[in-house]
């Protein structure tokens, strides 16, 4: 029903910037919830943000102050904006979106993109 393709990922230095898109297709509903996760080698995948229907956002407390989802519904597009990156913050970013999930929870997620890497060096 819902295919989503995230974008806009790459290498940067700690503390620069990058924004990333997750560009959905097929029949989006703007009552979708929209999350983004992230996933490091060997470890588990973990929230990191997520953007509901009212335009209500809500993020982990490890991005809080330093990252900003926002939906564009004209576009069909959900962002995912980098500040002040570490490098902790390396990872395959993945966006997601379900109707009326636990914003936190992977499981309560329907569909997923395929994901996009985010290196950050020292």
């Known amino acids: 029903q819902v295919q989503l393709v995230e974008s806009g990922g790459g290498s940067v230095q700690a503390g620069g910037s990058l924004r990333l898109s997750c560009a959905a297709s097929?029949?989006?509903?703007?009552?979708?919830?929209v999350g983004w996760f992230r996933q490091a080698p060997g470890k588990e995948r973990e929230f990191v943000g997520a953007?509901?229907?009212?335009?209500?956002?809500y993020y982990a407390d490890s991005v809080k102050g330093r990252f900003t989802v926002s939906r564009d519904n004209v576009k069909n597009t959900v962002y995912l904006q980098m500040n002040s990156l570490k490098p902790e913050d390396t990872a395959v970013y993945y966006c997601?979106?379900?109707?009326?999930?636990?914003?936190?929870?992977?499981?309560?997620?329907?569909?997923w993109g395929q994901g996009t890497q985010v290196t950050v060096s020292s």
């Open positions: 953007v509901n229907w009212s335009t209500n956002t």
């Open positions: 997601a979106a379900g109707l009326r999930p636990t914003y936190y929870l992977t499981s309560e997620y329907a569909y």
């Open positions: 097929g029949r989006p509903s703007r009552g979708y919830i």
